[in-house]
Protein backbone atom coordinates (compact mmCIF):
# COMPACT_ATOMS: atom_id res chain seq x y z
CA UNK A 1 0.00 0.00 0.00
CA UNK A 2 0.83 3.84 -0.54
CA UNK A 3 0.03 6.72 1.19
CA UNK A 4 0.35 10.32 0.25
CA UNK A 5 0.11 13.42 1.86
CA UNK A 6 0.26 17.09 1.00
CA UNK A 7 -0.25 20.23 2.64
CA UNK A 8 -0.08 23.66 1.50
CA UNK A 9 2.10 26.69 2.14
CA UNK A 10 0.78 30.05 3.32
CA UNK A 11 1.11 33.86 3.06
CA UNK A 12 1.67 35.33 6.52
CA UNK A 13 -0.65 38.61 6.04
CA UNK A 14 -0.26 40.54 9.16
CA UNK A 15 1.10 39.97 12.63
CA UNK A 16 4.05 37.96 12.21
CA UNK A 17 6.36 37.26 14.85
CA UNK A 18 3.10 37.47 17.86
CA UNK A 19 3.14 33.78 17.41
CA UNK A 20 6.90 33.47 19.09
CA UNK A 21 7.16 32.51 22.68
CA UNK A 22 7.95 34.68 25.28
CA UNK A 23 5.70 37.01 23.30
CA UNK A 24 3.12 35.18 22.90
CA UNK A 25 2.68 33.84 26.32
CA UNK A 26 3.25 37.33 28.10
CA UNK A 27 1.08 39.30 25.69
CA UNK A 28 -1.23 37.08 23.57
CA UNK A 29 -0.54 36.86 19.79
CA UNK A 30 -2.99 37.59 16.43
CA UNK A 31 -2.11 36.68 13.19
CA UNK A 32 -4.18 36.69 9.73
CA UNK A 33 -2.89 34.42 7.31
CA UNK A 34 -3.71 32.33 4.33
CA UNK A 35 -2.76 29.25 2.49
CA UNK A 36 -1.96 29.42 -1.39
CA UNK A 37 -1.90 26.63 -4.59
CA UNK A 38 2.20 25.49 -3.57
CA UNK A 39 2.42 22.86 -1.46
CA UNK A 40 4.59 20.35 0.65
CA UNK A 41 4.01 16.25 0.27
CA UNK A 42 4.97 13.08 1.67
CA UNK A 43 4.69 9.75 0.24
CA UNK A 44 4.77 6.80 2.58
CA UNK A 45 5.53 3.16 0.41
CA UNK A 46 4.87 -0.42 2.76
CA UNK A 47 7.75 -2.31 2.44
CA UNK A 48 8.60 -6.05 3.70
CA UNK A 49 13.02 -6.05 3.75
CA UNK A 50 12.76 -4.54 7.86
CA UNK A 51 13.98 -1.44 7.26
CA UNK A 52 13.42 1.94 7.09
CA UNK A 53 14.41 4.20 3.92
CA UNK A 54 14.45 7.85 3.97
CA UNK A 55 14.52 9.98 0.13
CA UNK A 56 14.37 13.69 1.52
CA UNK A 57 14.56 16.10 -1.28
CA UNK A 58 14.25 19.40 0.48
CA UNK A 59 16.72 17.90 3.32
CA UNK A 60 18.94 16.78 0.60
CA UNK A 61 19.21 13.31 3.01
CA UNK A 62 19.13 9.79 1.33
CA UNK A 63 19.50 7.21 3.49
CA UNK A 64 18.41 3.75 4.99
CA UNK A 65 18.17 2.53 8.22
CA UNK A 66 17.69 -0.92 10.93
CA UNK A 67 13.65 -1.09 11.59
CA UNK A 68 14.13 0.54 15.26
CA UNK A 69 11.80 2.44 17.51
CA UNK A 70 13.92 5.32 17.26
CA UNK A 71 15.84 6.77 15.08
CA UNK A 72 19.00 9.12 15.96
CA UNK A 73 18.33 12.56 15.35
CA UNK A 74 22.08 13.37 13.72
CA UNK A 75 21.23 16.08 11.50
CA UNK A 76 20.09 14.57 8.48
CA UNK A 77 16.31 14.48 7.51
CA UNK A 78 15.53 15.28 11.56
CA UNK A 79 11.85 16.50 10.62
CA UNK A 80 11.09 13.12 9.04
CA UNK A 81 12.89 10.98 12.03
CA UNK A 82 11.11 13.80 14.70
CA UNK A 83 7.61 12.95 13.80
CA UNK A 84 8.25 9.30 13.54
CA UNK A 85 10.06 8.93 16.87
CA UNK A 86 6.87 11.15 18.46
CA UNK A 87 4.33 8.78 16.78
CA UNK A 88 6.14 5.60 17.84
CA UNK A 89 6.28 7.54 21.60
CA UNK A 90 3.16 8.68 21.83
CA UNK A 91 0.83 5.85 20.23
CA UNK A 92 0.89 2.04 21.00
CA UNK A 93 2.14 0.84 17.04
CA UNK A 94 4.48 -2.11 16.79
CA UNK A 95 7.40 -0.53 13.82
CA UNK A 96 6.58 -1.30 10.80
CA UNK A 97 9.53 -1.30 7.54
CA UNK A 98 8.86 1.51 4.81
CA UNK A 99 10.27 4.17 2.35
CA UNK A 100 8.96 7.58 3.16
CA UNK A 101 9.95 10.67 0.71
CA UNK A 102 9.24 13.64 0.80
CA UNK A 103 9.57 16.82 -1.44
CA UNK A 104 8.31 20.88 -1.81
CA UNK A 105 7.01 23.25 -4.07
CA UNK A 106 8.89 26.20 -2.64
CA UNK A 107 12.92 25.92 -1.36
CA UNK A 108 13.50 26.10 2.11
CA UNK A 109 14.18 29.41 4.06
CA UNK A 110 11.49 31.17 1.28
CA UNK A 111 9.49 32.20 4.74
CA UNK A 112 6.27 30.44 3.11
CA UNK A 113 6.50 28.19 6.29
CA UNK A 114 7.81 25.19 4.39
CA UNK A 115 9.47 23.57 7.47
CA UNK A 116 6.41 23.42 9.93
CA UNK A 117 4.03 22.41 7.03
CA UNK A 118 6.69 19.38 5.98
CA UNK A 119 6.19 18.44 9.58
CA UNK A 120 2.75 18.66 9.32
CA UNK A 121 2.96 16.80 6.00
CA UNK A 122 4.75 14.15 7.23
CA UNK A 123 1.96 13.71 10.73
CA UNK A 124 -1.11 13.52 7.85
CA UNK A 125 0.89 10.69 6.21
CA UNK A 126 1.14 8.55 8.94
CA UNK A 127 -2.18 9.36 10.17
CA UNK A 128 -3.66 8.39 7.63
CA UNK A 129 -1.18 4.95 7.61
CA UNK A 130 -1.79 3.83 10.98
CA UNK A 131 -5.23 5.42 11.35
CA UNK A 132 -4.29 7.76 14.37
CA UNK A 133 -6.88 9.50 16.35
CA UNK A 134 -5.83 13.50 15.44
CA UNK A 135 -7.86 16.31 14.14
CA UNK A 136 -6.52 19.46 12.77
CA UNK A 137 -5.79 20.89 16.06
CA UNK A 138 -4.31 17.48 17.45
CA UNK A 139 -1.73 17.31 14.09
CA UNK A 140 -0.65 20.80 14.43
CA UNK A 141 -0.12 20.44 18.20
CA UNK A 142 2.25 17.84 17.71
CA UNK A 143 4.07 19.59 14.95
CA UNK A 144 4.35 22.40 16.87
CA UNK A 145 5.87 20.02 19.80
CA UNK A 146 8.09 18.33 17.55
CA UNK A 147 10.08 21.29 16.11
CA UNK A 148 9.89 23.15 19.14
CA UNK A 149 9.94 20.90 22.25
CA UNK A 150 11.57 17.44 20.64
CA UNK A 151 13.92 18.98 17.96
CA UNK A 152 14.79 22.42 19.82
CA UNK A 153 14.18 24.71 16.96
CA UNK A 154 13.54 28.14 17.08
CA UNK A 155 10.13 29.36 15.39
CA UNK A 156 6.49 30.45 16.55
CA UNK A 157 3.47 28.58 16.08
CA UNK A 158 1.17 30.02 13.09
CA UNK A 159 2.27 28.00 10.42
CA UNK A 160 0.98 24.59 12.02
CA UNK A 161 -2.21 25.46 12.03
CA UNK A 162 -1.91 27.34 8.99
CA UNK A 163 -1.00 23.55 6.87
CA UNK A 164 -3.40 22.05 9.25
CA UNK A 165 -6.21 24.02 8.95
CA UNK A 166 -5.87 25.82 5.30
CA UNK A 167 -7.64 28.99 3.94
CA UNK A 168 -7.60 32.32 5.23
CA UNK A 169 -7.96 32.36 8.98
CA UNK A 170 -7.57 34.55 12.03
CA UNK A 171 -5.74 32.58 14.80
CA UNK A 172 -5.23 33.86 18.53
CA UNK A 173 -1.99 32.56 20.50
CA UNK A 174 -2.44 32.79 24.35
CA UNK A 175 -0.17 31.55 27.15
CA UNK A 176 0.70 27.73 27.86
CA UNK A 177 0.54 27.06 23.75
CA UNK A 178 -3.03 27.13 23.22
CA UNK A 179 -4.06 28.30 20.14
CA UNK A 180 -8.18 29.33 18.57
CA UNK A 181 -8.31 29.10 15.28
CA UNK A 182 -11.00 31.41 13.55
CA UNK A 183 -11.51 30.86 9.88
CA UNK A 184 -13.05 33.53 7.70
CA UNK A 185 -15.23 33.44 5.47
CA UNK A 186 -14.14 35.58 2.17
CA UNK A 187 -16.25 36.64 -0.26
CA UNK A 188 -15.09 35.47 -3.79
CA UNK A 189 -14.62 39.16 -5.41
CA UNK A 190 -12.60 39.36 -2.27
CA UNK A 191 -10.02 36.66 -3.01
CA UNK A 192 -9.93 37.63 -6.64
CA UNK A 193 -9.32 41.20 -5.95
CA UNK A 194 -6.50 40.33 -3.56
CA UNK A 195 -5.32 37.67 -5.79
CA UNK A 196 -5.02 40.69 -8.64
CA UNK A 197 -3.67 43.13 -6.32
CA UNK A 198 -0.79 40.94 -4.66
CA UNK A 199 2.84 39.63 -6.47
CA UNK A 200 5.27 37.08 -4.53
CA UNK A 201 8.43 37.38 -5.50
CA UNK A 202 11.55 35.20 -4.69
CA UNK A 203 14.15 37.00 -3.53
CA UNK A 204 16.72 34.81 -4.52
CA UNK A 205 18.14 34.52 -1.25
CA UNK A 206 17.08 31.48 1.25
CA UNK A 207 17.86 31.89 4.95
CA UNK A 208 17.68 30.15 8.21
CA UNK A 209 14.80 32.16 10.32
CA UNK A 210 16.15 30.84 13.33
CA UNK A 211 19.14 33.75 14.32
CA UNK A 212 15.98 35.83 13.43
CA UNK A 213 13.59 34.76 15.73
CA UNK A 214 16.05 34.35 18.36
CA UNK A 215 16.92 37.93 18.19
CA UNK A 216 13.61 38.72 18.26
CA UNK A 217 13.12 36.40 21.52
CA UNK A 218 15.89 37.91 23.31
CA UNK A 219 14.54 41.83 22.63
CA UNK A 220 10.98 40.75 24.13
CA UNK A 221 12.46 38.54 26.93
CA UNK A 222 14.61 41.85 27.87
CA UNK A 223 11.79 44.14 27.94
CA UNK A 224 13.44 46.23 24.70
CA UNK A 225 10.76 49.03 25.49
CA UNK A 226 11.45 49.54 21.19
CA UNK A 227 10.69 45.60 20.05
CA UNK A 228 8.13 45.46 22.44
CA UNK A 229 6.22 48.54 21.43
CA UNK A 230 6.83 47.34 17.46
CA UNK A 231 5.30 43.90 18.24
CA UNK A 232 2.09 45.30 19.49
CA UNK A 233 1.68 47.36 16.79
CA UNK A 234 2.24 44.47 14.53
CA UNK A 235 -0.44 42.69 16.58
CA UNK A 236 -3.17 44.97 16.00
CA UNK A 237 -2.36 45.31 12.56
CA UNK A 238 -4.02 42.06 11.86
CA UNK A 239 -7.29 42.71 13.83
CA UNK A 240 -7.42 46.44 11.58
CA UNK A 241 -6.24 43.88 8.70
CA UNK A 242 -9.22 41.21 9.05
CA UNK A 243 -11.96 44.36 8.88
CA UNK A 244 -10.26 45.54 5.69
CA UNK A 245 -10.13 42.07 4.15
CA UNK A 246 -13.58 40.87 5.24
CA UNK A 247 -14.86 44.64 3.76
CA UNK A 248 -12.50 43.82 0.66
CA UNK A 249 -11.00 47.47 1.31
CA UNK A 250 -7.88 46.86 -0.55
CA UNK A 251 -6.56 50.62 0.12
CA UNK A 252 -6.53 49.81 4.22
CA UNK A 253 -5.20 46.21 3.59
CA UNK A 254 -2.29 47.97 1.39
CA UNK A 255 -1.77 50.77 4.19
CA UNK A 256 -1.99 48.31 7.24
CA UNK A 257 0.97 45.99 5.00
CA UNK A 258 3.35 48.60 4.82
CA UNK A 259 3.50 49.72 7.99
CA UNK A 260 3.52 46.73 9.77
CA UNK A 261 6.92 46.00 7.47
CA UNK A 262 8.50 49.29 8.72
CA UNK A 263 7.52 47.85 12.24
CA UNK A 264 8.82 44.57 11.96
CA UNK A 265 12.31 45.58 11.03
CA UNK A 266 12.20 46.96 14.41
CA UNK A 267 12.29 43.68 15.91
CA UNK A 268 15.69 42.57 14.98
CA UNK A 269 19.07 43.58 12.61
CA UNK A 270 19.00 41.10 10.12
CA UNK A 271 15.01 41.46 9.12
CA UNK A 272 15.87 43.10 6.64
CA UNK A 273 18.89 43.33 3.70
CA UNK A 274 20.50 45.50 0.55
CA UNK A 275 18.78 42.55 -1.40
CA UNK A 276 15.50 42.98 -0.18
CA UNK A 277 15.72 46.55 -0.12
CA UNK A 278 16.76 46.41 -3.36
CA UNK A 279 13.63 44.36 -4.43
CA UNK A 280 11.35 46.79 -2.46
CA UNK A 281 13.14 49.62 -4.47
CA UNK A 282 12.93 48.31 -7.56
CA UNK A 283 8.69 47.45 -7.04
CA UNK A 284 7.97 50.97 -5.73
CA UNK A 285 9.65 52.39 -8.29
CA UNK A 286 7.52 50.21 -10.93
CA UNK A 287 4.36 51.31 -8.99
CA UNK A 288 4.25 49.07 -5.55
CA UNK A 289 1.66 50.54 -3.03
CA UNK A 290 3.38 48.48 -0.23
CA UNK A 291 5.05 45.13 0.47
CA UNK A 292 6.39 43.03 3.44
CA UNK A 293 8.56 40.13 3.55
CA UNK A 294 6.54 36.27 4.35
CA UNK A 295 8.17 35.39 6.91
CA UNK A 296 10.65 35.91 9.93
CA UNK A 297 12.61 38.28 6.56
CA UNK A 298 16.19 38.22 5.97
CA UNK A 299 15.49 36.79 2.37
CA UNK A 300 12.72 34.10 1.03
CA UNK A 301 9.55 35.99 -0.77
CA UNK A 302 8.29 39.14 -0.47
CA UNK A 303 5.05 40.24 -1.44
CA UNK A 304 3.92 43.51 -3.15
CA UNK A 305 0.43 45.48 -3.36
CA UNK A 306 -0.09 46.40 -6.79
CA UNK A 307 -2.95 48.03 -8.70
CA UNK A 308 -3.90 45.40 -10.92
CA UNK A 309 -3.04 47.51 -14.08
CA UNK A 310 0.49 48.00 -12.68
CA UNK A 311 1.16 44.37 -11.84
CA UNK A 312 2.50 43.84 -15.42
CA UNK A 313 5.06 46.73 -14.81
CA UNK A 314 6.17 45.76 -11.82
CA UNK A 315 7.02 41.96 -12.83
CA UNK A 316 9.05 43.40 -15.72
CA UNK A 317 10.86 45.52 -13.64
CA UNK A 318 11.82 42.73 -10.74
CA UNK A 319 13.10 40.84 -13.82
CA UNK A 320 16.17 42.84 -13.87
CA UNK A 321 16.88 41.05 -10.43
CA UNK A 322 18.24 38.08 -9.39
CA UNK A 323 14.97 36.65 -8.39
CA UNK A 324 11.60 35.60 -10.27
CA UNK A 325 8.11 36.05 -9.47
CA UNK A 326 6.19 33.38 -8.37
CA UNK A 327 2.25 33.06 -9.88
CA UNK A 328 0.26 31.71 -6.91
CA UNK A 329 -3.51 31.53 -5.69
CA UNK A 330 -5.06 30.98 -2.31
CA UNK A 331 -6.67 27.71 -1.30
CA UNK A 332 -8.96 26.69 1.40
CA UNK A 333 -7.77 22.98 2.11
CA UNK A 334 -5.71 22.41 4.74
CA UNK A 335 -3.57 19.13 4.87
CA UNK A 336 -5.19 15.68 3.21
CA UNK A 337 -3.93 12.27 2.64
CA UNK A 338 -5.07 9.40 1.34
CA UNK A 339 -4.32 5.47 -0.12
CA UNK A 340 -3.43 3.83 -3.13
CA UNK A 341 -3.64 0.43 -2.86
CA UNK A 342 -2.17 -1.98 -4.98
CA UNK A 343 -3.57 -3.48 -8.13
CA UNK A 344 -2.85 -6.43 -10.36
CA UNK A 345 -2.78 -3.88 -13.32
CA UNK A 346 -0.53 -1.43 -11.33
CA UNK A 347 2.22 -2.14 -14.09
CA UNK A 348 0.03 -1.19 -16.67
CA UNK A 349 -1.59 1.69 -15.39
CA UNK A 350 -0.73 4.94 -18.05
CA UNK A 351 -0.54 8.62 -16.68
Not at 18 to 38: F, K, Q, R
Not at 64 to 89: C, F, H, Q, W
Request: aromatic residues 10%; hydrophobic residues 40%; neutral net charge.
Amino acid sequence: MIIRSKAPLRLGLAGGGSDVSPYSDMYGGLILNATINLYTYTTIEERDDGGIEIDSYDADCHKAYPLSRELTIDGEASLIKGVYNRVMRDFDVEPRSFKITTYNDAPAGSGLGTSSTMVVCIIKAFVEWLSLPLGDYEIARMAYEVERKDLQLSGGKQDQYAAAFGGFNFMEFLENDMVIVNPLKIKRWIVDELEASLLLYFTGRSRSSAAIIDQQKANTSKGENKSVAAMHRIKQSAKDMKLALLKGDMQTFARILGKAWEDKKQMADAITNPVIEEAFNTAMAAGAIAGKVSGAGGGGFCMFMVEPTKKKAVTEALKALNGFVMPFNFTDGGAHGWKIYPTDDVNKMKY
